[in-house]
């Protein structure tokens, strides 16, 4: 049992829960796991329904158990902080920095778990979470790192229907020697004190942030429509042990932009870009290899590119890992509910989606579901290239949530059961279950039933699921002990079999209650 706090860490505590509050219905939570391809740190993301305690906010700065992860956006769709998520490795914090102050940006940079940045905007009151991400938006342009994942994901969460948005990592897991910190103009890490006193200088009033001036810089291009890496590493330079490869995805780029004069295109794009240019026996046999049937794929694993890879937002370039012309919408965070069956939300162009597993899985219900909640015409792409270019990579991302008792299926159709069995008329004996009553045995321990008679009590209560879902539903209730074949007046009906169940008050049903009166 931790010992009472000290008045200093209350107020080192206190003054951490005040700068990162957020959601107050549930939080989030990290399990890591193996390092991918790209040296990122792999793990399961999930979010638990519940109040985020003391002792939640105390183990996280101690470094104790599962690291904290806070959800910006409130329930009333504002928040009082926001992040630019630059998921590089390697990264130069200094140099962001100097950038930041250049263009006199009130942020303030942390390490990230992976090691790249979190770019923080803090504000001393709540704003519209659409003021929030547009501002970050505009400033992640400015600094160069457009298509970073921008926090808070969401403008607006669905909370009536189980919706909670997605958290952040908070820095200062184990504050003391984490590798979580804020970093000063300087370079140097920071301890929480001084992180305070980073937040205390540039966190904002509400008007201070709608002035922030973000100018749009125009951004030329060296590969128009083509994928982010590739822009990138064309203003960074493409390091000399990774040109062969970085040269192929240029390829790949040029046969798709120019399929006319594409080899042209790469022999002056070695001369441009290559640091020194590969051998003109190399740029031939590289030609030689993208021009094979099938191997005309970007590499987008392999080095350089997987440091630098944004894939959310190359799915939307003309040239990108896309399927053809007609350019996908932005897909953003994808979250599932745990229920039965499961709950899905998706980020659509800014638009919170709400789809079932089919929907998600088929392109092409995938594109009726975006018509029909957010007014959005979007391609559908071949079944394959839906999985492989969009649907792996947004599993890849997936946020799990324990879903709400009320929007849980198993739970709606356990009050059904208990409202069946215990707050209507019952069967006196065995031979009654033929008028369509429950049955409960002298002892009170089992109660049986008809299955087609509590499935027409269900859908007298609006009960959506059919016959054979409520009966899969049934076979996992806690109560259920089987089916049995009993001999009732020369006849042998199945009876489901379930531990008897208590009475409350509370589960008496409308449809019970005019039955039982009228």
Not at 329 to 351: E, H, I, M, R
Request: charged letters at 30%.
């Amino acid at each position: 049992m931790r010992s009472p706090f000290t008045k200093k860490e209350e107020v080192i505590m206190n003054k951490f829960k005040t700068i990162f509050q957020g959601l107050e219905i549930a939080y989030g939570q990290y399990q890591p796991g193996e390092r991918g391809e790209n040296g990122k740190q792999q793990g399961k993301a999930f979010i638990v329904r519940g109040t985020v305690t003391d002792d939640h906010w105390d183990k996280h700065l101690r470094g104790e158990g599962a690291a904290l992860g806070i959800i910006p956006i409130t329930e009333n769709n504002d928040c009082r902080w926001g992040c630019i998520d630059i998921d590089e490795y390697n990264f130069d914090h200094t140099s962001l920095i100097k950038t930041i102050r250049n263009h006199k940006l009130p942020l303030i940079v942390c390490r990230s778990k992976s090691g790249g940045a979190h770019v923080f905007l803090f504000t001393k009151e709540n704003i519209p979470a659409s003021l929030m991400q547009s501002k970050l938006k505009e400033m992640s342009i400015i600094l160069g790192y457009e298509g970073s994942e921008i926090f808070p994901k969401q403008t607006e969460i669905l909370v009536d229907r189980g919706d909670t948005g997605n958290f952040l990592n908070l820095p200062y897991y184990n504050e003391m020697k984490g590798l979580r910190y804020a970093i000063n103009d300087n370079g140097a890490g920071c301890t929480l004190e001084e992180f305070y006193q980073l937040y205390d200088k540039f966190s904002l009033r509400s008007e201070e942030v709608e002035q922030i001036k973000t100018e749009k810089k125009k951004i030329e291009e060296a590969f128009p429509g083509g994928p982010p890496c590739l822009n990138k590493l064309a203003s960074t330079g493409f390091g000399e042990g990774s040109r062969n490869n970085a040269l192929f995805n240029v390829a790949v780029y040029y046969k798709q932009a120019h399929p006319d004069t594409w080899e042209d295109e790469i022999v002056k794009a070695n001369m441009k870009f290559m640091e020194p240019p590969l051998s003109n026996s190399e740029v031939q046999q590289l030609i030689k290899s993208v021009n094979r049937k099938g191997y005309d794929k970007y590499r987008c694993k392999d080095a350089p590119i997987n440091a630098v890879c944004q894939s959310g937002l190359c799915r939307t370039k003309r040239f990108g890992v896309g399927f053809g012309e007609e350019e996908m919408p932005v897909l953003g965070s994808l979250t599932k509910y745990s229920s039965t069956p499961p709950q899905w939300f998706l980020d659509v162009d800014k638009k919170r989606i709400e789809l079932k597993s089919e929907q998600l899985y088929s392109p092409n219900l995938f594109a009726l579901a975006c018509l029909d909640q957010a007014n959005l015409i979007v391609p559908i792409p071949k079944p394959k290239d839906w999985k492989q270019h969009f649907l792996k990579p947004m599993m890849q991302g997936l946020q799990e949530v324990e879903p709400l008792e009320s929007l849980d299926p198993v739970n709606e159709l356990t009050g059904l059961l208990q409202d069946w069995t215990t707050n209507r008329q019952s069967a006196r004996t065995i031979d009654d279950v033929f008028n369509k009553l429950p049955f409960t045995d002298e002892k009170r321990e089992y109660t049986y039933f008809r299955m087609e008679d509590f499935y027409n009590f269900c859908k007298r209560n609006h009960w959506e699921k059919d016959k054979n879902q409520t009966g899969n539903l049934i076979k996992r209730l806690d109560e259920f002990e089987g089916e049995e074949r009993v001999r009732i007046k020369k006849q042998q009906p199945r009876l489901i079999k379930i531990k008897t169940m208590k009475q409350t008050e509370a589960s008496v049903s409308k449809t019970a209650y005019l039955e039982e009166h009228f």
